[in-house]
């Protein structure tokens, strides 16, 4: 069976990150190995040419397409709904694989991982209290969670993630630690069992919160770190994604 849908977020007028981040794909990958899926939003008339070439080309599984800008994480949820292969691979459109044997690397290292690892990507971890620019109160949004198990969630108030006195500094356990959201790979049955994206999620924070769901669970990720991609390579575009009462950007240190 193929073993993995990559799935691509297209935005805008891109056409040149929408080229690069396939062609890439199309490079890199076995095309018996994988399915592909591309979602696009508000996308302009250069990258729907582009596409419609591959589509007839037969190089595209599926295209779920929307006029309007849905944003990243409901358009996500649609992406997400018929796969029905073991593994998820996520590129935002400003990502892309730069080495040969990448998939090998992804693939199969994911393939020969223990059933208790759900994810696998760039670890980073964020320490700032207010971490998730959307969320006035990120523990009480974890709390309050479909897929909360009970864990005390991250917070440097005493308490955090169950710590009193964290590093002897009188205060509990504010690191968040999640997988970088531009590309990162996980099981399908994980996706299914966290019924993510969170209903509640526009685009910032998500990938902060899935580290969360993912240790609520108490699975584990891998740290690929960007061995054979290229993450994040241009600023942010677009509506940011934010709820109300936004509180300020996160601080992110890649592990």
Not at 1 to 28: F, K, N
Not at 113 to 119: F, H, I, K, Y
Not at 160 to 167: I, M, P, W
Request: aromatic letters at 10%; glycine letters at 10%.
């Amino acid at each position: 069976m193929v073993p993995v849908t990559i799935c691509v977020l297209l935005y805008g007028d891109h056409p040149a990150l929408a080229r690069q981040c396939l062609e890439s794909i199309r490079q890199h990958c076995p095309p018996e190995q994988y399915l592909l899926t591309v979602g696009t939003n508000a996308i302009g008339s250069r990258t729907r040419e582009y596409l419609n070439e591959r589509q007839l080309a037969g190089d595209l599984d599926r295209w779920i397409d929307s006029p309007l800008n849905l944003n990243k994480c409901p358009m996500m949820r649609r992406m997400f709904a018929e796969v029905d292969t073991e593994f998820i691979w996520w590129f935002d459109d400003d990502s892309f694989l730069d080495s040969r044997d990448v998939f090998e690397r992804w693939i199969g290292g994911a393939l020969q991982s223990p059933g208790d690892v759900a994810a696998w990507g760039q670890l980073a971890v964020c320490n700032d209290d207010g971490f998730a620019p959307d969320l006035p109160d990120a523990v009480k949004f974890v709390r309050e969670a479909p897929w909360y198990r009970g864990l005390p969630p991250p917070s440097w108030r005493p308490g955090g993630k169950g710590e009193l006195d964290f590093n002897g500094r009188g205060c509990g356990d504010g690191r968040w630690f999640f997988i970088v959201g531009g590309c990162w790979l996980i099981r399908t049955e994980v996706v299914r069992a966290l019924d993510w994206p969170d209903r509640r999620l526009i685009k910032m924070g998500d990938d902060v919160l899935l580290g969360e769901a993912i240790r609520q669970h108490g699975w584990r990720t891998i740290n690929l770190g960007s061995q054979g991609v290229a993450i994040n390579t241009v600023k942010r575009r677009g509506d940011p994604g934010l709820q109300p009462r936004a509180a300020k950007a996160p601080v992110a240190d890649v592990v």
